[in-house]
């Protein structure tokens, strides 16, 4: 028994096809868009939600955007988006395992296991300048 799928092509009718076909949640079939920046549009077409790699840094702006008044047209809901435009700017899992570094203060999250390889000094300090940038709240580095 198949109870749904991860579609990770980063496409969303393609996603929102697989609900269509399987009856989505609805009918018992779970799909999950890959990007945060499809999360209402995902929720309206049939999908039970996202799964994507740059909530281990971000899943709080995406948690305030479902419990915003306005949902998809939230100021909470464009944090979201902007959130991921910046994580997609790096290697995903580098960014991601940079970032808890910088959060736990333990450089060894930054190693990766071959062949991925962890973000250059000069991304290293792009990422942080671009997540500085989102807000204050959204400060890479220790907390």
Same mark, same amino acid.
């Given at each position: 028994?198949?109870?749904?799928?991860?579609?990770?092509?980063?496409?969303?009718?393609?996603?929102?096809? +697989?609900?269509? =076909?399987?009856?989505?949640?609805?009918?018992?079939?779970?799909?999950?868009?890959?990007?945060?920046?499809?999360? +209402?549009?995902?929720?309206?077409?049939?999908?039970?939600?996202?799964?994507?790699?740059?909530?281990?840094?971000?899943?709080?702006?995406?948690?305030?955007?479902?419990?915003?008044?306005?949902?998809?047209?939230?100021?909470? +809901?464009?944090?979201?988006?902007? =959130?991921?435009?910046? @994580?997609?700017?790096?290697?995903?899992? @580098?960014?991601?395992?940079?970032?808890?570094?910088?959060?736990?203060?333990?450089?060894?999250?930054?190693?990766? =296991?071959?062949?991925?390889?962890?973000?250059?000094?000069?991304?290293?300090?792009?990422?942080? =300048?671009?997540?500085?940038?989102?807000?204050?709240?959204?400060?890479?580095?220790?907390?």
């Amino acid at each position: 028994m198949i109870a749904g799928l991860k579609d990770s092509s980063g496409d969303l009718s393609q996603s929102l096809a +697989f609900a269509e =076909a399987t009856g989505g949640v609805d009918a018992g079939f779970d799909v999950y868009p890959s990007s945060e920046a499809f999360l +209402f549009d995902g929720l309206a077409g049939g999908c039970a939600g996202i799964i994507s790699g740059s909530t281990n840094a971000f899943g709080a702006y995406s948690r305030a955007a479902m419990a915003a008044a306005g949902g998809p047209d939230s100021d909470a +809901f464009a944090m979201v988006k902007a =959130a991921r435009a910046v @994580a997609s700017r790096y290697p995903l899992m @580098a960014a991601m395992k940079q970032m808890e570094a910088w959060r736990s203060g333990d450089d060894s999250w930054t190693r990766m =296991a071959p062949p991925l390889v962890p973000l250059d000094a000069g991304q290293a300090v792009r990422l942080k =300048a671009d997540v500085e940038g989102l807000r204050p709240s959204a400060r890479a580095g220790p907390e």
